[in-house]
């Protein structure tokens, strides 16, 4: 019985290890410029909404995570940095993820809080 149970614990492993899923990274900043409007195939509303609150309220360095369920799409932001621009506006430098079954996409982006409250991707 520990055989059988070791076999399949290293069954499984070795599948997971060898995704068949092509994970490419490509370049985000469509994905991201539905933030500021627009028009993108990835990121949808809710997605938005999400990184909208997590440049309003997260830490610097602490990833945030969540997947968008109609899509299947997976989202990582990280803030990296917070600074104020020359015109006054707070600002916030972060990396931004999105996986999907077939592609994996990073980025690193800038974003500064607008005086209506909404963020504007430099």
């Not at 290293?10 to 028009?39: R, W």
């Not at 993108?40 to 360095?61: H, P, Q, R, V, Y």
Request: aromatic letters at 10%; one cysteine or more; glycine letters at 6%.
């Amino acid at each position: 019985m520990r055989f059988k149970l070791l076999f399949l614990a290293l069954f499984f492993t070795t599948l997971t290890a060898c995704e068949t899923v092509p994970s490419q990274e490509k370049n985000i900043s469509s994905v991201t410029g539905q933030f500021t409007g627009a028009a993108s195939s990835t990121m949808k509303e809710a997605d938005i909404t999400k990184l909208s609150e997590i440049l309003n309220t997260s830490e610097t360095g602490f990833p945030e995570s969540w997947k968008n369920m109609t899509t299947g799409t997976q989202y990582e932001v990280i803030v990296i940095n917070n600074f104020d621009s020359a015109t006054g506006q707070h600002c916030r430098d972060y990396s931004i993820a999105a996986k999907t079954d077939t592609n994996k996409e990073k980025d690193y982006l800038t974003a500064c809080k607008e005086g209506n409250g909404r963020w504007k991707t430099q």
